[in-house]
Protein backbone atom coordinates (compact mmCIF):
# COMPACT_ATOMS: atom_id res chain seq x y z
CA UNK A 1 0.00 0.00 0.00
CA UNK A 2 1.64 3.85 -0.90
CA UNK A 3 2.06 5.81 1.70
CA UNK A 4 3.74 8.90 2.51
CA UNK A 5 4.64 9.74 6.09
CA UNK A 6 5.71 13.65 7.13
CA UNK A 7 8.35 13.93 9.66
CA UNK A 8 10.82 17.52 11.05
CA UNK A 9 8.01 19.78 12.28
CA UNK A 10 7.86 21.94 15.43
CA UNK A 11 8.09 25.12 16.79
CA UNK A 12 10.56 28.01 15.70
CA UNK A 13 10.66 31.48 16.43
CA UNK A 14 10.57 34.05 13.32
CA UNK A 15 13.82 34.60 10.89
CA UNK A 16 14.65 30.66 11.89
CA UNK A 17 15.20 27.23 9.99
CA UNK A 18 13.33 24.25 9.54
CA UNK A 19 13.89 20.83 7.60
CA UNK A 20 10.46 18.91 6.83
CA UNK A 21 11.00 15.04 5.45
CA UNK A 22 8.57 13.20 3.76
CA UNK A 23 9.57 9.65 3.33
CA UNK A 24 7.25 7.73 0.76
CA UNK A 25 6.77 3.54 0.72
CA UNK A 26 4.74 1.13 -1.34
CA UNK A 27 5.56 3.15 -4.09
CA UNK A 28 8.02 3.30 -6.89
CA UNK A 29 9.29 7.23 -5.85
CA UNK A 30 11.48 7.67 -8.50
CA UNK A 31 7.93 7.82 -11.04
CA UNK A 32 6.28 10.32 -8.75
CA UNK A 33 5.67 13.92 -8.53
CA UNK A 34 5.72 15.20 -5.15
CA UNK A 35 4.37 18.33 -3.57
CA UNK A 36 4.26 19.84 -0.69
CA UNK A 37 0.72 21.83 0.65
CA UNK A 38 -0.14 24.31 3.24
CA UNK A 39 -3.11 24.59 5.86
CA UNK A 40 -2.78 27.74 7.61
CA UNK A 41 -5.72 27.96 10.07
CA UNK A 42 -9.02 29.20 8.90
CA UNK A 43 -7.57 29.04 5.17
CA UNK A 44 -7.79 26.65 2.70
CA UNK A 45 -5.33 23.88 1.81
CA UNK A 46 -2.63 25.56 -0.49
CA UNK A 47 0.09 24.12 -2.48
CA UNK A 48 3.42 25.77 -1.95
CA UNK A 49 6.19 23.53 -3.78
CA UNK A 50 6.65 20.56 -5.95
CA UNK A 51 9.04 18.72 -7.53
CA UNK A 52 8.84 16.51 -10.99
CA UNK A 53 10.01 12.79 -10.47
CA UNK A 54 13.19 13.59 -12.66
CA UNK A 55 13.98 15.51 -9.57
CA UNK A 56 14.80 18.77 -11.40
CA UNK A 57 11.70 20.82 -12.67
CA UNK A 58 10.39 22.47 -9.19
CA UNK A 59 7.82 25.26 -7.95
CA UNK A 60 7.64 27.47 -6.04
CA UNK A 61 4.59 29.61 -4.81
CA UNK A 62 5.19 33.42 -4.50
CA UNK A 63 4.55 33.02 -0.52
CA UNK A 64 7.63 31.16 -0.10
CA UNK A 65 9.55 31.21 -3.52
CA UNK A 66 13.28 32.63 -2.09
CA UNK A 67 13.16 31.28 0.95
CA UNK A 68 12.25 27.70 0.71
CA UNK A 69 13.86 24.53 -1.20
CA UNK A 70 12.03 21.41 -2.59
CA UNK A 71 15.09 18.29 -3.11
CA UNK A 72 13.84 14.56 -3.03
CA UNK A 73 16.96 12.11 -2.49
CA UNK A 74 15.85 8.44 -4.53
CA UNK A 75 18.18 6.33 -2.29
CA UNK A 76 16.41 7.13 0.50
CA UNK A 77 12.54 7.85 -1.28
CA UNK A 78 12.05 11.18 0.67
CA UNK A 79 11.69 14.66 -0.36
CA UNK A 80 12.26 17.28 2.21
CA UNK A 81 11.42 20.79 2.24
CA UNK A 82 14.37 23.26 3.50
CA UNK A 83 12.14 26.32 4.95
CA UNK A 84 14.62 29.30 6.05
CA UNK A 85 13.52 33.21 7.24
CA UNK A 86 10.28 31.64 8.68
CA UNK A 87 8.06 34.19 9.18
CA UNK A 88 4.69 33.72 11.84
CA UNK A 89 2.38 33.68 8.29
CA UNK A 90 4.25 30.08 7.64
CA UNK A 91 2.20 28.69 10.65
CA UNK A 92 0.00 25.45 9.60
CA UNK A 93 -0.02 21.59 8.95
CA UNK A 94 2.33 20.95 6.35
CA UNK A 95 1.10 17.82 3.72
CA UNK A 96 3.05 15.86 1.50
CA UNK A 97 1.59 13.96 -1.64
CA UNK A 98 2.22 11.93 -4.59
CA UNK A 99 1.27 12.45 -8.02
CA UNK A 100 1.89 9.61 -10.44
CA UNK A 101 0.32 11.45 -13.55
CA UNK A 102 3.20 13.49 -14.55
CA UNK A 103 7.17 13.53 -14.61
CA UNK A 104 7.68 16.84 -14.79
CA UNK A 105 6.26 20.20 -13.10
CA UNK A 106 6.09 23.50 -14.48
CA UNK A 107 7.24 26.61 -12.45
CA UNK A 108 4.31 28.58 -12.90
CA UNK A 109 1.81 26.22 -12.33
CA UNK A 110 0.45 25.24 -8.70
CA UNK A 111 -0.08 21.37 -7.92
CA UNK A 112 -3.52 20.69 -7.95
CA UNK A 113 -4.86 18.69 -4.66
CA UNK A 114 -7.32 16.91 -6.92
CA UNK A 115 -4.63 15.22 -8.55
CA UNK A 116 -2.66 13.93 -6.01
CA UNK A 117 -3.78 10.25 -4.86
CA UNK A 118 -1.13 9.70 -1.96
CA UNK A 119 -1.27 11.95 1.03
CA UNK A 120 0.33 12.01 4.89
CA UNK A 121 -1.28 13.15 7.79
CA UNK A 122 0.33 16.37 7.65
CA UNK A 123 2.77 18.08 10.33
CA UNK A 124 2.64 20.82 12.30
CA UNK A 125 4.92 23.94 12.25
CA UNK A 126 4.48 27.00 14.35
CA UNK A 127 6.51 30.14 13.49
CA UNK A 128 6.28 32.37 16.60
CA UNK A 129 6.79 36.17 16.17
Known amino acids: QAQVVESGGGLVQAGGSLRISCTAS????????MAWFRQAPGKEREGISS????????YYSDSVKGRFTISRDKVANTVYLQMNKLEPEDTGVYYC??????????????????????WGQGTQVTVSS
Open 97 to 118: AADYSADYVYDDVPPDPEIFNT
Open 51 to 58: IGSEGKST
Open 26 to 33: GLTFNQYT
